[in-house]
């Protein structure tokens, strides 16, 4: 049976990212997004509701998130899920959560807040100690030229 892990978000940061550094040298930052929904109750009122996730970026994402992804700035993130678990030192118990690995990040909001950017990669390892390699993705730019401008000479008919 096939298998999907796969999470697009899009949501405001919630506390400006800092950035550390494994002892192999990469970069990993940890970000909170807050995202909104509104929704209408049967009596017409109206309600807001606000979801906390973390997420987690590696190598150059986590460099750039360092750098953008300020306090209340919007984000659009793709990810993956994964299950973190640990055991918790004061009372012995397990603990776990769900957290966002970030494969895709891209700035939004105005040219204001710094141009909007598109940056991830396609690789998909699950290590601590290995983290994914990341790569800006390079600018996509139009196949071909577009047409110069016809004389009625040049018309084929």
Known sequence: MANVNKVILIGNVTRDPEIKFTSKGSA???????INRTYTLDSGEKREETTFVDVELWGRLAEIAGEYAKKGRPVYIEGRL???????KASGQKRSRLKVVGENLQLLGSRTDGAARSH?????????????????APPRRPATPPPAELEDDDIPF
Do not use: C, K, Y
């Open 120 to 136: 991830g990669s396609d690789d998909s390892r699950d290590s601590h100690d290995s983290p994914p390699q990341r790569s800006s």
């Open 82 to 88: 994964r299950m973190d678990t640990w055991e918790d």
């Open 28 to 34: 990993v930052t940890d970000i909170g997004l807050a």
